[in-house]
């Protein structure tokens, strides 16, 4: 995958997604490193949903994480919760409100 790809399946799974049942509005910067870095800057924002390839500094959660480890997860050869725990993707901000995200996508 390249990062156009990366970049059209998160806004694909953005886009689709109800994010009502979390009940909070969140931002998201995503890094994904390959070549270079790129970015993706998700809000959602009363209902409203928002998605640029930037970035922005006031997030509510940073992610990062190689392409490669980002096929992996798409592909189901990793589990996003071991990349987690083994350091394949950084967190920071509210990591419970990240989970929470995520959760909701089961």
């Known amino acids: 995958m390249d990062f156009q790809q990366c970049y059209q399946y998160i806004g694909n799974v953005f886009y689709e997604h109800d994010f009502s049942d979390i009940g909070k509005n969140f ?3 995503i890094t994904l490193k ?3 870095s790129n970015y993706i ?3 959602y924002i009363n209902g409203e949903k928002y ?3 930037k970035c922005h500094k006031s997030a509510s959660i940073y992610l990062s994480l190689s392409v490669d480890t980002f096929e992996a997860i798409v592909n189901g050869k990793l589990d996003s919760f ?3 725990t083994t350091g394949k ?3 920071k901000g509210n990591v ?3 989970m929470s995200i995520y959760n ?3």
Do not use: C, N, R, T
Request: aromatic share 12%; charged share 15%; glycine share 4%.
């Open 27 to 29: 931002s998201a910067l």
């Open 34 to 36: 390959g070549k270079e």
């Open 41 to 43: 800057f998700l809000s």
């Open 51 to 53: 998605m640029a390839p």
């Open 82 to 84: 071991k990349a987690f």
């Open 89 to 91: 993707i950084q967190a």
């Open 96 to 98: 419970v409100l990240a």
């Open 104 to 106: 909701s996508f089961k």
